[in-house]
């Protein structure tokens, strides 16, 4: 019956690594979907939710990394366009220049919890996923993250710059369309 038992277990571990050298697979997977991988973050709000999203996506193709990168910073920009601030609308534009690739979400109405530069200072330390997290893996990249107060609203601008090797492939594709 132990003997059983243990081969039950060594079966739900084997299932386990399998899901886990999958998720890291796909994790360095370089194929990855840029398109729709955006889209999907940017348009994966609840049907509940009164935010208006427009996107302008002027990058066709990135790296696995700066892919991963924009999707999330988008998540967690819209979560905290919902969770802290009155905004109806978001625009999010991303953009591919020569030198690097660029990721600006702004709403459109202040954010109720982030008035004074106190409460945004604490913010950016509070542990877990936030703000610190969004500039965190921009500089993981090489590149730069600053979000805060803009205009009437609030705003997350991203920059990564690339490697000589993708500013030739970003080339290479603008050339072929």
Request: some cysteine; overall charge negative; proline content about 2%.
């Amino acid at each position: 019956q132990a003997a059983q038992g243990f081969a039950q277990i060594h079966d739900t571990v084997g299932e386990a690594m399998t899901l886990v050298r999958g998720a890291v697979h796909d994790l360095k997977d370089e194929g990855t979907d840029f398109v729709a991988q955006i889209e999907a973050s940017a348009h994966g709000l609840d049907d509940s939710s009164t935010v208006n999203v427009t996107l302008s996506n002027g990058i066709d193709a990135a790296p696995a990394a700066v892919s991963r990168c924009f999707a999330t910073t988008i998540r967690e920009a819209l979560n905290n366009t919902i969770r802290h601030s009155m905004a109806r609308n978001v625009d999010i534009t991303l953009r591919d220049f020569p030198a690097l690739w660029q990721l600006r979400i702004q709403s459109s109405a202040r954010f109720r919890q982030f008035h004074d530069a106190a409460r945004t200072a604490t913010m950016r330390d509070a542990s877990g996923i936030g703000l610190a997290d969004i500039e965190e893996r921009a500089r993981a990249l090489g590149g730069t993250a600053v979000c805060g107060p803009y205009h009437e609203g609030w705003r997350v601008f991203v920059s990564i710059p690339k490697t000589n090797d993708d500013a030739a492939a970003s080339a290479t594709t603008k050339e072929n369309v």
